[in-house]
T-cell receptor, first 108, second 113 residues
Framework: EDKVVQSPLSLVVHEGDTVTLNCSYEVTNFRSLLWYKQEKKAPTFLFMLTSSGIEKKSGRLSSILDKKELFSILNITATQTGDSAVYLCAVRTDKLIFGTGTRLQVFP | DADVTQTPRNRITKTGKRIMLECSQTKGHDRMYWYRQDPGLGLRLIYYSFDVKDINKGEISDGYSVSRQAQAKFSLSLESAIPNQTALYFC????????????FGAGSRLTVL
């Protein structure tokens, strides 16, 4: 059975800290891995990764995929209170399989 | 206006009632999806449709049905709602080729008493 596991389940940090969110997967027919940010309601797209070792970067957020070890990490540097959200990892096979998410809380 | 619109946004109903959640999109995407989100369980796929004549069950389709009335409209029905269907429901869309990145609606919170 395909599965996507995220860790930690929740994380509480202070502004300015750097955080690393983990996503590991066991699936057949891997096509891509996606990261979403969910604040109040709808998840919004952050990154899509298809190749190992190529870092995707957007401002203070970056992500990388390791297809040999079957995981991805999402890094957020110099965190701000606006980064508080649930971060969802999803793996695309013939459909999209979501992890349970990591809840990040950033306090001033 | 939002690209993916869900109605209603919030609904409280009683066990046994029939409920329909509607989704419409202006993105011109051919693929549409219904997910439910429960605390600690992430997003789980209920049904998906790759075009108007294509309907597929997801991992948790029991107790639900869908209708793809047009390319832009995809509705989810609960024929006889039960309390464990209390959840946040999301409609999503994607293009038929390429990255398949989902665009989500704002969600419909359903409470079944």
């Amino acid at each position: 059975e395909d599965k996507v596991v995220q860790s930690p389940l929740s994380l509480v940090v202070h502004e300015g800290d750097t955080v690393t969110l983990n996503c590991s997967y066991e699936v057949t027919n891997f096509r891509s891995l996606l990261w979403y940010k969910q604040e109040k309601k709808a998840p919004t797209f952050l990154f899509m990764l298809t190749s190992s070792g190529i870092e995707k970067k957007s401002g203070r957020l970056s992500s990388i995929l390791d297809k040999k070890e079957l995981f991805s990490i999402l890094n957020i540097t110099a965190t701000q209170t606006g980064d508080s959200a649930v971060y969802l990892c999803a793996v695309r096979t013939d459909k999209l399989i979501f992890g349970t998410g990591t809840r990040l809380q950033v306090f001033p | 206006d939002a690209d993916v619109t869900q109605t209603p946004r919030n609904r409280i109903t009683k066990t046994g009632k029939r409920i329909m959640l509607e989704c419409s999109q202006t993105k011109g995407h051919d693929r549409m999806y219904w997910y439910r989100q429960d605390p600690g369980l992430g997003l789980r796929l209920i049904y998906y449709s790759f075009d108007v004549k294509d309907i597929n069950k997801g991992e948790i389709s029991d107790g639900y049905s869908v209708s793809r009335q047009a390319q832009a409209k995809f509705s989810l029905s609960l024929e006889s709602a039960i309390p464990n269907q209390t959840a946040l429901y999301f409609c999503a869309t994607s293009v038929g080729s390429g990255a398949n990145v989902l665009t989500f609606g704002a969600g419909s919170r359903l409470t079944v008493l």
